[in-house]
């Protein structure tokens, strides 16, 4: 289906394991963004790509590491997961980055850190 | 701190009447602001944009103002419907990157 994905939609891990959340969109969209989301700190950018293979960070990027190989995928992983990431991600896309460019979200990743 | 917010964290108003969410900005060069709607379980959808030439914009059953001069904007629902139920965020891409750094969202309850 066309639109932008993220997998899996729900994931319990245990602390210091590494996890990877997947987003992949379908419409050749330049850039896309990680956000998480926690009570009372509303969308926090944790990391934007403009393109394949470059990568920016956002405002709250540590412990976290992105990659974009192909323009449509752009996994998110967590090198050692610890309870304070507990959070629900939401990936986004956009096809370029001037104001009038609507952003795109998915349906989000709800990962709890046990 | 952040750079917008909303002033209350949850507004609850019967179906039928308007409903009017506002948002606070910091910015004064903020030039372009957006809402999206969340609904319980999925991601922000665009809902209206409004760009700081603008005092007013309509779309359908949806009113954006701004107020550049005490930097405030509101969103009003007209005839507020029980599918409207969502927490709503207000979002400014104005910095130099456009990408938007959201408020902490109202939570809007229709009541039937």
């Known amino acids: 289906d066309a639109g932008i994905t993220q997998s899996p939609r729900y994931k319990i891990t245990e602390t210091g394991r590494q996890v990877t959340l997947m987003c992949h969109q379908t419409?050749?969209?330049?850039?896309m963004f990680w956000y998480r989301q926690d009570l009372g700190h509303g969308l926090r950018l944790i990391y934007y790509?403009?393109?394949?293979?470059?990568?920016d960070k956002g405002e709250v990027p540590d412990g976290y590491v992105v990659s974009r190989s192909k323009t449509e995928n752009f996994p998110l992983t967590l090198e050692s997961a610890t309870r304070s990431q507990t959070s629900v991600y939401f990936c986004a896309s956009r096809a370029g980055l001037a104001g009038y460019y609507e952003q795109y979200f998915g349906p989000g990743t709800r990962l709890t850190v046990t | 701190g952040e750079s917008v917010g909303l002033h209350l964290p949850t507004l609850s108003v019967q179906e039928g009447d308007n409903s009017i969410i506002n948002c606070a900005y910091s910015n004064s060069a903020s030039d372009y602001f957006i809402w999206y709607k969340q609904e319980s379980g999925k991601g922000p959808q665009f809902i209206i944009d409004i760009r700081s030439n603008m005092d007013k914009r309509q779309g359908q059953r949806v009113t954006v103002l701004l107020n550049k001069t005490v930097k405030h904007l509101s969103l009003q629902i007209a005839a507020t419907q029980p599918g409207d139920s969502a927490v709503y965020f207000c979002a400014d891409p104005s910095g130099g990157s456009y990408i938007p750094t959201f408020g902490r969202g109202t939570s809007l309850i229709v009541h039937p």
């Open positions: 790509s403009a393109a394949a293979d470059i990568t």
């Open positions: 419409w050749s969209h330049s850039y």
